[in-house]
């Protein structure tokens, strides 16, 4: 079977088939030797509210220019790349504080100790990359109790969606990135990140929000869709050799 999901997870298909034409042409199943995951929205429930964030530094007409520009989600960080000294300093303090008040609220996603066990039990490496800022990982550490290295974050140039961040990851632990898997809640950042570093990908949908006609055609489609992350070990023992 070219594409696999769990049983109450959703058949999302791909534009191209160049992970499962690897998977099924041997019959053998890819060793995965790591699993790297998005932090917000992924090993965190999601509590900044991005559009009213995203206002509040672009400000509501460029918010609803840019917003309408691109359907498939603002990259605020992108957005303010080109601005003046000044003005991004003033954007990147107004997101600094709508992220520090998400980490007061900060809860782990339902599942992700359960995973991040089943995962060390098989010495599948367990690697981060988010675009949030490194004392926003360091307080998810401390305050949960489970630790991912490497754990890369925006200080990190390039940042997601480019595939920078997993080719790091990926050189640093020795493995090549189709041995890899990425997991996390946004198309455009996290499956965009791993399909272009040549990673399988599993999207997290809790809300089947991608099952939208709108992204029945865009460019990087996910490997596996979960609507949990209690979903994805069965996901990866059906797909993979994950014998240690
Ligand atoms: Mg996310």
Known sequence: MPLLVSGSAKAFFLSALPHSKRMS?????????????????????????????YRAVLGDDDYRRIKAENPYGVDVLREIEAWPPHKQRKAYDTIAEYERQGLERLQIMPGAPELCAALDSNKIRRGLITRNVKSAVDIFHERFGITFSPALTREFRPYKPDPAPLLHICSLWGVQPNEVIMIGDSLKDDVACGRQAGAFTCLLDQTGIYDSPQYADVEFKPDFKVTSLAEVYSVLKVNFDLSP
Do not use: C, E, H, Y
């Open 25 to 53: 042409n041997s019959g053998v199943k890819t060793r995965l030797r790591g699993v790297v995951f998005d932090m917000d929205g992924t090993l965190t429930i999601p509590v900044i509210d991005f559009p009213a964030m």
